[in-house]
């Protein structure tokens, strides 16, 4: 019985079993991390943005529990895992402009900004690169483990997940975290749009 559950979770995790960090599960394995980013798993469901054949990104999210027997890919910039088909959760090219349900959603269309995060101060360490935002930084690794950053556009970072606690907009590289109160305390993240938030 053991052994039957242990397989069961590799296959969702696309052969690892999931990881638990901060109580919440990772984001699972699969070859639709080749063509997603931004994923993380909240109560239950995958949320990732995906790209299409044209280059198109799509928010869209899946319920795991659908999921079990099955490798969860993207097709056409939906989650999909077998005859399971996800949701979009947002308009065509992002930017779904507040409110659609997504947990943290209503910012989106981070296209052509980016931030690097890394562990240690001067832009040392593990680094992991955000084109969009992240509601939870617990399924990335990072979640109160950033001490510097490299930017390109605005970002609002905020010191408890789903965008809570205090939020600061950062507009620029910050080699060292430390002098700002941020350092190692940030857990969500999302780019600022032109316009403002809405």
């Known amino acids: 019985m053991l052994i039957e559950m242990l397989a069961a979770m590799a296959v969702v995790s696309g052969g690892a079993g999931p990881a638990v960090q901060d109580g919440q599960r990772a984001a699972p394995r699969g070859s639709y991390r080749e063509s997603c980013s931004g994923e993380y798993v909240n109560r239950g469901r995958l949320y990732a943005d995906c790209r299409t054949s044209r280059g198109q990104v ?3 999210s899946i319920d795991l529990s659908r999921c079990a027997s099955y490798e969860i890919v993207n097709r056409e910039g939906l989650l ?8 979009y959760e947002s308009r065509p090219g992002g930017g779904n402009g507040g409110g659609n349900g997504r947990p943290g959603g209503g910012w989106g269309g981070g296209r052509g900004g980016s931030a690097t995060v890394y562990r240690d101060a001067e832009f040392r360490g593990a680094a ?10 617990s399924s990335t690794g990072f979640n109160d483990a950033i001490s510097s950053m490299e930017l ?3 970002w609002e970072v905020c010191t408890d997940a789903y965008f809570r ?4 907009t950062l507009d620029g590289d910050m080699r060292n975290l430390r002098n700002s109160g941020l350092n190692d305390r940030i857990s969500s993240m999302r780019p600022i749009r032109r316009g403002g938030r809405r």
């Open 58 to 60: 799509r928010e869209t």
């Open 80 to 87: 999909v895992c077998g005859p399971n088909r996800g949701d």
């Open 152 to 154: 390109r556009g605005a």
């Open 165 to 168: 606690g205090q939020c600061v």
């Open 128 to 137: 992991f690169r955000f084109e969009d935002e992240v509601a939870n930084l």
